[in-house]
């Protein structure tokens, strides 16, 4: 799990509304691998996940103007990136292709590669859980538990009530240890 999201750096809105280029390439630098993540973990397709973090990056720098700057920056771009993963999920044309991450699986041979398999199993069981979640509970979980958000940051990010954010989570936990038991 990654740390919560600290406080954006100073100034960094006032640079990005002025326009400055290494604002902007400082807000990407930031926030690449989380926005990135979330969409693979919500798509399961690494070239699906890069065009949605393009995406939220041409978006984010199209509207900073409109950015009131009531949220951080990163609660900000995680709404934009959510949306645009639940949009691309509900889409009746998508295409889905897991090739490409086939090979993430495979452990290295090596004194200890019986530990290695048993870790790359967990792990492909553990993403193929997270991928048969419901939409709603699997971004829920995947922003708090992986990306580590706290509960305000992921009610501000989705736009649901916090009772709506700890229901979902709670559900996507018991669903991910029934699915994970004969791990335990």
Same mark, same amino acid.
């Given at each position: ?71 951080? +920056? %990163? ?6 990136? &959510? =949306? !645009?993963?639940?949009? #691309? /999920? ?67 990010? +989705? %736009? ?6 700890? &229901? =979902? !989570?709670?559900?996507? #936990? /018991? ?10």
């Amino acid at each position: 799990m990654r740390e919560a999201l600290g406080a954006d750096p100073a100034g960094l809105l006032e640079r990005l509304r002025g326009g400055d280029p290494r604002a902007f390439e400082q807000l990407v630098i930031a926030y690449q691998h989380r926005v990135f993540g979330v969409a693979l973990r919500m798509l399961g397709s690494r070239a699906e996940a890069e065009e949605i973090a393009q995406e939220v990056f041409l978006r984010a720098h199209r509207a900073i103007g409109e950015f009131r700057g009531d949220a951080r +920056l %990163g609660t900000w771009l995680y709404a934009i990136a &959510s =949306r !645009l993963c639940l949009n #691309r /999920l509900a889409a009746p044309d998508r295409r889905v292709t897991r090739g490409d991450d086939a090979l993430a699986d495979v452990p290295a041979a090596g004194p200890d590669a019986a530990a290695a398999a048993e870790r790359a199993e967990l792990n492909a069981a553990l993403r193929a859980a997270i991928a048969e979640l419901p939409e709603d509970r699997r971004i829920v979980l995947v922003l708090r538990d992986v990306e580590g958000l706290t509960y305000d940051e992921i009610v501000e990010a +989705l %736009g649901l009530e916090p009772g709506t954010v700890r &229901s =979902r !989570l709670h559900r996507a #936990r /018991l669903q991910l240890k029934e699915k994970l038991e004969r791990f335990a």
